[in-house]
């Protein structure tokens, strides 16, 4: 992506300046590998993991489960697995058995497309539909504290399975949205997530180092500001950050954004809950 034009050279030098000299991201560990793109259109050369871009301590913290702060999140999750709700006295164990079983690689799949609702749908999503259509309970909130704990949980039982989105198909169209929006400059900052993500990562932008903007950790942990969210409200907090409108939960925008997200990032591996800085 060329940055530099007359148009925006005001905006290049602005980012020169929030840009510090990048140091040298640190190798990987050992566990952390590039992923070589298999689109000719990819926008990366090599696909990486945020956890690339972590610091040790922190990639230390993601990978044990007791020093994690997400996990907490996982255990209500499991808890959840098994209540009973809803008129039709069922629990999600009811159906689905042992998560490790059933679950494992739901997380790898999603946003799928969901013919009833002609969209795209998310793992809350999908929560939500086995409620309301299977238990008769109410869907939970977007941003609860039940729905975040279930999603962590499903998620995780595809923990190092491999990414691997949806974009054919009746999802075409709108992965083709989610990539507009994703390369469209909006803002009182004037820039596209393809910006900062695209060319930056590895960069530092106000003490952070920028990443991929991969969607793989997610549900995750961010030190900053110190809580677990979802990645519609790390989206939004990117929005907010470029001081442009945030998305509706739940919203189709916000879906295509995943959708386009997971392709950007297919083949890593599933680290939910990540940890983040
Ligand atoms: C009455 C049975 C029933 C209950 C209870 C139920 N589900 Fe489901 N669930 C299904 C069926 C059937 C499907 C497949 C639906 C389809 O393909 O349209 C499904 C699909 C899913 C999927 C997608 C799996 C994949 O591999 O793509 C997830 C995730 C899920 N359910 C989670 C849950 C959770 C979490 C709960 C508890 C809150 C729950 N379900 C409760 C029947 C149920
Ligand atoms: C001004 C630069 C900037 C722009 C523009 C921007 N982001 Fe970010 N984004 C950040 C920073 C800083 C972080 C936190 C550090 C990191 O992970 O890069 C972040 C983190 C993320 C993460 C979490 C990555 C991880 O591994 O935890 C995702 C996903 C993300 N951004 C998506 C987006 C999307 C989608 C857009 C466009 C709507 C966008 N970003 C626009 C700066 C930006």
């Keep these: 992506m ?22 040298a991201v640190a190798e990987p560990d050992g566990k952390s590998e590039p992923v070589a793109p298999k689109a000719k259109d990819h926008p990366l050369k090599e696909i990486w993991s945020g956890y690339h871009f972590q610091s040790e301590e922190t990639r230390a913290q993601q990978d044990d489960a007791d020093a994690n702060p997400a996990m907490e999140h996982y255990k209500a999750g499991e808890k959840f697995w098994s209540k009973v709700a809803g008129k039709s006295k069922k629990s999600c164990s009811s159906c689905h058995g042992d998560a490790a079983k059933s679950m494992r690689g739901a997380g790898t799949r999603f946003p799928l497309y969901y013919p009833i609702s002609k969209r795209m749908i998310n793992v809350e999503d999908r929560i939500n539909l086995c409620r309301e259509k299977f238990m008769g309970a109410k869907p939970w909130d977007l941003g609860s504290k039940e729905l975040l704990a279930l999603s962590v949980f499903v998620k995780r039982q595809s923990l190092g399975a491999r990414v691997t989105p949806q974009t054919s198909g009746p999802a075409a ?80 925008d916000l879906l295509n954004l995943e959708t386009y997200l997971a392709w950007r990032g297919q083949g890593l591996p599933v680290e939910t809950p990540a940890v983040r800085e």
């Design 2 to 23: 060329k940055i530099i034009t007359p148009r925006n050279c005001r905006l290049a030098m602005m980012l020169a300046g929030m840009l510090l000299a990048g140091a």
């Design 173 to 252: 169209n709108f992965f083709d949205k989610g990539k507009t929006f994703y390369t469209t400059r909006r803002g009182q900052l004037d820039m596209a997530c393809t910006h900062c993500h695209d060319k930056y990562a590895g960069k530092k932008l106000r003490g952070l180092t920028l990443t991929q903007g991969q969607s793989n950790g997610y549900p995750a942990y961010r030190k900053t500001p110190g809580k677990t969210v979802s990645l519609g409200q790390q989206i939004n907090a990117c929005l907010i950050r470029v001081r442009a409108a945030p998305l509706a939960a739940g919203s189709e």
